[in-house]
C-alpha cells in the first residue's frame, strides 16, 4: 500500500524553526513530484513549495521564499521542508502530496498520494 505521513509539527515561537518530515513507505519517492501544502481552517489547500521529480527543481510561494527549503533525503525515501523565521501566518496543517509527474504541479488536484497532515502553530 502506497502512502506519505507526515511529522515534525509542533508549536513553535514566532521567528522559531520546524523541520518537517515527509516520509513514503509501498513506493520510491525520488522519481515522484513532491508538493508542500497548508490548509487553514475551511479555507482551501494552498502550495507551499514543491519539488520535481527529475531535476529537481524547486517552487517557493511568495510568501516563505527566503524562509523555507524543501529538500530530499532519498536514503530515507523522505522529502523534508525546513522551516526558518517563522510567522503566526504559518500556523496551518500541513500536507506533504506525491504524484508521479516530471514536473512539480501548484494544484493539489494534481497529486495522487497525500499525507494525514501535521500542525505547525506559530505563537507567542
Known amino acids: 500500500q502506497s502512502q506519505l505521513m507526515e511529522s515534525g509539527g509542533g508549536s513553535v515561537q514566532p521567528g522559531g524553526s520546524l523541520r518537517l518530515s515527509c516520509a513514503a513507505s509501498?513506493?520510491?519517492?525520488?522519481?515522484?513530484?513532491v508538493g508542500w501544502f497548508r490548509q487553514v481552517s475551511d479555507k482551501g489547500r494552498e502550495v507551499v513549495a514543491t519539488?520535481?521529480?527529475?531535476?529537481?527543481?524547486?517552487y517557493y510561494t511568495d510568501s516563505v521564499q527566503g524562509r523555507f527549503t524543501i529538500a530530499r533525503d532519498n536514503a530515507k525515501n523522505s522529502v523534508y521542508l525546513q522551516m526558518s523565521s517563522l510567522k503566526p501566518e504559518d500556523t496551518a496543517v500541513y500536507y506533504c502530496a506525491a504524484t508521479w509527474a516530471p514536473s512539480a504541479g501548484r494544484l493539489p488536484d494534481e497529486y495522487r498520494y497525500w499525507g494525514q497532515g501535521t500542525q505547525v502553530v506559530v505563537s507567542s
Open positions: 509501498g513506493f520510491t519517492l525520488d522519481h515522484f513530484a
Open positions: 519539488i520535481a521529480g527529475t531535476e529537481g527543481d524547486t
